[in-house]
């Protein structure tokens, strides 16, 4: 009986090391495909997207496509404070989230992901003003 759930365990193990070196269908098909990251202002009142000016003490959209599965590390540099949020990666490969900013000022937005060695790496990023 031992030996028998050691041989399953095994079996379990190289089972899982062989679907992990396997390159998932979604992202063969977009071979090479960097990552993108874009920010869109919304209006308050509706939350749908409004026009190019961003607002202090507004929403705003984030949205991207090309991200490996899994989840992404959003890190936002503010003129008063970094700040960070996760985000789903869908089966398409893209994420949206909805973030406020509040100080007027240059910000730059880095998503992040599971590099080599669990190290999280930079793999897109923008930069925006808000008024």
């Given at each position: 009986m031992g030996r028998a759930i050691g041989l399953l365990a095994f079996a379990a193990a190289v089972q899982f090391a062989v679907a992990m070196s396997m390159p998932n269908q979604a992202d063969a098909a977009r071979p090479g495909a960097d990552p993108t990251l874009?920010?869109?202002p919304m209006a308050a009142a509706t939350q749908s997207t409004a026009s190019s000016v961003i607002r202090a003490a507004s929403w705003i959209h984030i949205a991207g496509c090309g991200y490996q599965p899994g989840g992404v590390i959003l890190v936002m540099n503010s003129p008063t404070a970094m700040s960070f949020t996760g985000a789903s990666v869908d089966a398409g490969g893209c994420?949206?989230?909805?973030?406020t900013v509040?100080?007027?000022g240059a910000y730059t937005l880095d998503a992040r992901q599971d590099g080599s060695g669990n190290k999280s790496r930079v793999v897109a990023s923008t930069?925006?003003?808000v008024q």
């Open positions: 874009t920010v869109t994420i949206g989230v909805d973030w509040n100080s007027l930069s925006f003003t």
